[in-house]
């Protein structure tokens, strides 16, 4: 059981720092586009809140 939660954990790590790597890059490339995204949503939802 706990060699088997070990293995599990360390597949979950390797996997999240996967994921987490490809979405450093693709924010990289696009921060800007990201950021005014959520910009014009959070105006978005703000407008419709009044």
Same mark, same amino acid.
Do not use: A, G
């Given at each position: +059981?706990? *060699?088997?939660? &070990?293995?599990?954990?360390?597949?979950?790590?390797? #996997?999240? $720092?996967? =994921? +987490?790597? *490809?979405?450093? &890059?693709?924010?990289?490339?696009?921060?800007?586009? #990201?950021? $005014?995204? =959520?910009?014009?949503?959070?105006?978005?939802?703000?407008?419709?809140?009044?």
């Amino acid at each position: +059981m706990t *060699k088997e939660k &070990k293995e599990y954990e360390k597949i979950c790590v390797s #996997i999240d $720092s996967e =994921i +987490m790597e *490809k979405v450093r &890059k693709f924010c990289k490339v696009n921060r800007r586009k #990201i950021t $005014s995204l =959520i910009e014009d949503s959070l105006e978005l939802y703000f407008k419709k809140q009044k």
